[in-house]
């Protein structure tokens, strides 16, 4: 299994989609009726896509995972790029911290952070934050799941084997999940020799649990973390 995409609900999800791109020097992929795709390859590291996936709804809640963006050094240029190009500034009561709250242009919140150690080799994405109700617990699981390793000194951290390429980060969540889909999710890729129904014991056994929304007939199956973030895992190619 490895992990593939960043899938991002949309209203608009073209003009979402091209913004982000803009933002973050994507490879163009797909651009379809009700569906955007971009690339994010870092050098020697992971290839992520970012899909844009048309919903009815702006956001309804708090997001419980959003993109830290690179800024270091920059970080001032960076923001003044990111609101040519349609961002917004965002107040949400984070006082006078070192990295820029930012808003999409539907939006979704996101920081441009400062100059951190932690931040070598990224790209442009820093880091993925991700609200957990035992960060630890959910490290391990986004661990197996993913196959990327905890840091060491960092137990609630993960990394590509690489060494390149954004960061996950499991953050205390400030409430415990409600009954709203998450803005943003991750999907995983099975490879050939995944068995589907292993994997899916494998969730349950950490404390995933499989969902059965009524989505219609999909060909890949829909899961929650422990903490109740939804996920996707889709078929060998």
Known sequence: ?????????????????????????????????????????????????????????????EPRIHLDLLGGNRQADVVERLLGLGAQHLDIGQGGVPWTV???????????????????????????PIDSADPERDAAFWSWLTGWPQLAGSPTTLRHPSHRGLLLEFCPEPAPKGTAKNRLHLDVRLESADNPDDVAEGIATRGGQELHPDWGDLPWRIYADPSGNELCVLPAR
């Open 1 to 61: 299994m490895y992990l593939e995409n960043i899938v991002i609900d949309a209203m608009e999800p073209h003009r979402l989609g091209q913004f982000w791109e803009a933002a973050l020097d994507g490879e163009r992929l797909t651009d379809e009726p009700g569906i955007f795709e971009t690339r994010l390859a870092v050098d020697g590291g992971p290839a992520l896509d970012l899909c844009f996936q048309r919903v009815p709804e702006p956001p309804s809640s």
């Open 102 to 128: 930012l808003a999409d242009p539907e939006g979704n919140a996101f920081c441009v952070m400062n100059e951190r150690p932690a931040y070598s080799n990224t790209g442009p994405i820093a880091a993925l």
